[in-house]
């Protein structure tokens, strides 16, 4: 199992992900599909069920963009899209930076618990061939450790650049419409949902790159996380409870406290 | 420990997160960015963390926060300082001391902002707003900011049939376009026509009847559409 607890996947999940299959079957129905399949993605990210997340959006073919706007060329010539199909497409866009972090994540976390090659040990009772074979295997146990350690440096750079894709996603916010709508859908749920995902997924996002931070002794970064958080550019701030804020700064805490350790001030300098 | 502490403001906030006191972090962290003159990006972190702190804390009233945020403001107009100023004056923007309002306005209209136009000044005269009208250099730096957009284009060569109509794509003009549009109170920002026309700054500028007339008649203008 992996670190940012997953939920099962039931029986009707598998159904909702079975059924996208014939919502993207008409290409002349693609935006109605993906706005379908963003319905189902956002239950599925607000349950913790990133699997079945993942499943339906590999499910929404690549080039689903360009379709929906050639339909709609086709259909309204050179007529700016409808508003709801651009948020639409937007959300999507959300969504697979989302997930593409989480995933980067997972990858790391993967790698930083499970891959770090094991030190190999010796009895004090071991006899001189049994040493020599030793000190082979520590020389190589060394060895692994440095790619070990290279290629965790080249992963945490890839989940933090992920997670800052989602975190300072551009015009407005991750899952922030950009157009109004004209609220004869019925759909104003989907705001009001988008908006919980927000508060959900943000301050979890934050916590993830401060972890991944961490662990990598990126103490200063872990400080310089407050500057985007706080920051009134982007506004995070706004979606975190105040409880949410206390773990985040003893967060904080704990990486300024390995500052203090390596001979600097509480901020890193 | 808290006593010894809080003698030592630079970790004492550290103590105040681990025992939950978010407020008094919040106090610390607060005085502690307000005193901070070395390091611009120190400065931000610790206005950062003090604004986080009152966020998670019951206690901390609203004012308080837009304190945080003014100053917030104050440090993003410095962060968007154009790169050939900070270049043209050697200062390295990783390194770079937290500059005071006057500072920044004196660098968004400098010389050095060679490309500088109506958002500039703008922004400078936004900047106003962080210097106290009890500050003796409070008038001069308006006088300076009008000055300077003033100085950006060259007036004598405002010729032809409807020369005001030309003047509308001055920079002087623009700002104040700027700021009416934005809703800046013109009779605050605006300075006295007369002190404004006999500004040292201006030159050779004050002596050319043709560039009186010119401000003159904007200045007209401007009365007609604010009153």
Partial sequence: STSANEAAISEEDKQKIAAIDWLVFDPSQRAEALKQSNAVMRTFLATRKYKACREVFNKIPSDSIDVIT??????????????????????????????DAHDAFNDWFEHYHNAAPSKPTIAPSATFQERVKHEHEVKQYEQEVDRWQYSL???????????????????????????????????????????????????????????????????????????????????????FRKEELQRLLQMMRESSLQLLDDNKDPLGY | LGQFLDSHDHLSWLHDIQMNSYSKAHDTLKRLAFKETEQFSRKKTLISLSKLSALASDEVQEDEIQDLID???????????????????????DTMPPFSAMNLIQLYCSEHNSSSNEYDFKKSLDLLSYVSKEDAEYEELKLHIWCQSIKKDNWTQIQGPEPLASCEHTIFFRTLGLAYDQGLDLHEYLPDIDTLLSSDELGDLRDSSHFQYLIRAGYEQIERVVT
Avoid at chain 1, 85 to 92: Q, T
Avoid at chain 1, 195 to 207: E, G
């Fill in chain 1, 153 to 239: 440096i080249l992963q945490s750079k890839t989940v933090v650049e992920c997670i800052y894709n989602v975190l300072l996603f551009p015009d407005g916010g991750w899952m922030v419409d950009q157009r109004e709508e004209e609220d004869d859908m019925g759909d104003s749920g989907r705001t009001h949902q988008m908006m919980l995902l927000r508060q959900l997924c943000i301050p979890s996002m934050c916590s993830l790159l401060h972890s991944v931070l961490h662990n990598t002794k990126q103490y200063t970064r872990c400080i310089q996380l407050a500057d985007v958080i706080a920051s009134e550019e982007h506004q995070l701030y706004k979606v």
């Fill in chain 2, 71 to 93: 100053e917030q403001i104050l440090l993003a107009h410095q962060e968007a300082l154009p790169v050939n100023v900070l270049h043209s004056l050697q200062i390295d923007q």
């Fill in chain 1, 70 to 99: 050639k339909n709609w060329q086709s259909q309204a010539g050179s007529a700016p899209q409808l508003p709801e199909d651009d948020n639409a497409i937007r959300e999507y866009i959300c969504v697979k930076a989302y997930l």
